[in-house]
């Protein structure tokens, strides 16, 4: 089975710009979650998608938001960049909502430059 | 609040010494934890989840709800256990929690 894909791999953007990442999860998997993954505040939760539709929200503004398409296909979009949102996002399916049954599985990230 | 405290950024050993990375989580209910792991250059995985009470590459993990701590172990750290270790909880909503994780260095 191929991994999860995330597309594109590195993007470099400037302030107020936006910008869209996308997720396609491993073939079943209907669970698309999406992290921020800093140096100095490791892997932070910002959604997760089942079946179309948002289950959890992490604590980030409101310009970062995202969808989940009927192929379980995930992309996430952020507006009004700011700097502090250099980062690596990375996207992770599962079959189910992530719990013991169904361990996350990481895709490589898009690595998010704004200057 | 902060579920999952993993005290030591930055840990190293020497090879064949046992390694043990802290992970220390806050949660009043019944949490499943998970290490995950991510390799140079290769992408975030799962290493153990303590449901399965199993032993991955040598590591065990147990869950101590009386100290709420989910410590990793190993007694004889390689030069391959050379990594970026994360310690996660899932709550009842399935949403998972990871710590800043542990950078482990097995010194030759």
């Known amino acids: 089975k191929a991994g999860v894909t995330q597309t594109p791999r590195y993007l470099i953007k400037t302030r107020g710009q936006q910008v869209t990442l996308s997720c396609s999860p491993i073939?079943?998997?209907?669970?698309v979650s999406w992290y921020q993954q800093t140096p100095g505040q490791g892997l932070q939760f910002l959604f997760e998608?089942?079946?179309?539709?948002?289950?959890n929200k992490g604590n980030f503004p409101g310009r970062f938001s995202g969808r989940q398409f009927s192929n379980s296909r995930s992309e996430m979009n952020v507006s009004t960049l700011e700097l502090g949102d250099s980062a690596l996002y990375l996207c992770?399916?599962?079959?189910?909502?992530?719990?013991?049954?169904?361990?996350?599985?990481f895709g490589n990230g898009t690595r998010l430059t704004v200057t | 609040a902060q579920r999952v405290t993993q005290p030591e950024k930055l840990l190293s050993v020497f090879k064949g010494a046992p390694v043990e990375l802290k992970c220390n989580y806050s949660?009043?209910?019944?949490?499943?934890l998970f290490w995950y792991v991510q390799y140079s250059r290769q992408r975030l995985q799962l290493l153990l989840r303590?449901?399965s009470r199993e032993s991955i590459k040598g590591f065990t993990a147990d869950l101590n709800k009386g100290e709420t701590s989910f410590h990793l172990k190993k007694p004889f750290a390689q030069e391959e256990d050379s990594a970026m270790y994360y310690c996660?909880?899932?709550?009842?909503?399935?949403?998972?929690?990871f710590g800043t994780g542990t950078s482990l260095t097995v010194i030759p």
């Open positions: 073939s079943g998997h209907r669970s």
């Open positions: 949660y009043s209910g019944s949490p499943e």
């Open positions: 998608y089942f079946s179309e539709t948002q289950r």
């Open positions: 303590h449901i």
């Open positions: 996660a909880l899932t709550d009842t909503g399935n949403q998972f929690y």
């Open positions: 992770a399916s599962s079959l189910g909502p992530g719990g013991g049954n169904s361990p996350l599985h």
